[in-house]
T-cell receptor, first 117, second 116 residues
Framework: AQKITQTQPGMFVQEKEAVTLDCTYDTSDPSYGLFWYKQPSSGEMIFLIYQGSYDQQNATEGRYSLNFQKARKSANLVISASQLGDSAMYFCAMREGLGLGANNLFFGTGTRLTVIP | EAGVTQFPSHSVIEKGQTVTLRCDPISGHDNLYWYRRVMGKEIKFLLHFVKESKQDESGMPNNRFLAERTGGTYSTLKVQPAELEDSGVYFC??????????????FGSGTRLTVV
């Protein structure tokens, strides 16, 4: 079964508007971490935001926030005040376990966001 | 601090040829990971090194793929012989153990491999 599901292959948003990118996850491990990465056309993977499974509050980093709904196993990324430079692929990822023995990441298929001027 | 560096950035080879991808992690990062993204699909884990040892190679697709990390520094991923379905973008990432900050995984820019 897919551990990370991103159901939106592509999204469009008007500049300065907010957009939500969906991500659901599947794990039986009570300890996990959720990540969002941005991949612009240049190819590098840029870390955006992280949410730990025991974090009580939703993570925020500048214009990025993570809408963490643990019971629904969703970790949607919200980008506020979209900018043209936000156009990129966005990947949701999960790491199972939070201790030593740094585990690998499971990724979704990505969502291509296009910001329209 | 230098980031994770991958060589080459692009490679086009014919089916049946051999290709070697290289990854230089961040200095001091014991953990090194290889991932692959086939067009339109998710980024999939290939394997994980801790220093020079293979911690987890469960994602390696078949024995045409050979990864090494001599001396626990840089790593190579060799595909021999390459097949059409090996085309994709190969990412390398490194981290400390454990990733002590939320952004503890650092990715390279990837190698785009095209097998024709």
């Amino acid at each position: 079964a897919q551990k990370i599901t991103q159901t939106q292959p592509g999204m469009f948003v008007q500049e300065k508007e907010a957009v939500t990118l969906d991500c659901t996850y599947d794990t039986s491990d009570p300890s996990y971490g959720l990540f969002w990465y941005k991949q612009p056309s240049s190819g590098e993977m840029i870390f955006l935001i992280y949410q730990g499974s025991y974090d009580q509050q939703n993570a925020t980093e500048g214009r990025y926030s993570l809408n963490f709904q643990k019971a629904r196993k969703s970790a949607n990324l919200v980008i506020s005040a979209s900018q043209l430079g936000d156009s990129a692929m966005y990947f949701c990822a999960m790491r199972e376990g939070l201790g030593l023995g740094a585990n690998n990441l499971f990724f979704g298929t990505g969502t291509r966001l296009t910001v329209i001027p | 601090e230098a980031g994770v560096t991958q060589f080459p950035s692009h490679s086009v080879i014919e089916k049946g040829q051999t290709v070697t991808l290289r990854c230089d992690p961040i200095s001091g990062h014991d953990n090194l990971y290889w991932y692959r993204r086939v067009m339109g699909k998710e980024i999939k884990f290939l394997l994980h090194f801790v220093k020079e040892s293979k911690q987890d190679e469960s994602g390696m697709p078949n024995n045409r793929f050979l990864a090494e990390r001599t001396g626990g520094t840089y790593s190579t991923l060799k595909v021999q012989p390459a097949e059409l379905e090996d085309s994709g973008v190969y990412f390398c990432a490194s981290s400390q153990d454990p990733p002590i900050t939320a952004d503890g995984y650092t990715f390279g820019s990837g190698t785009r491999l095209t097998v024709v």
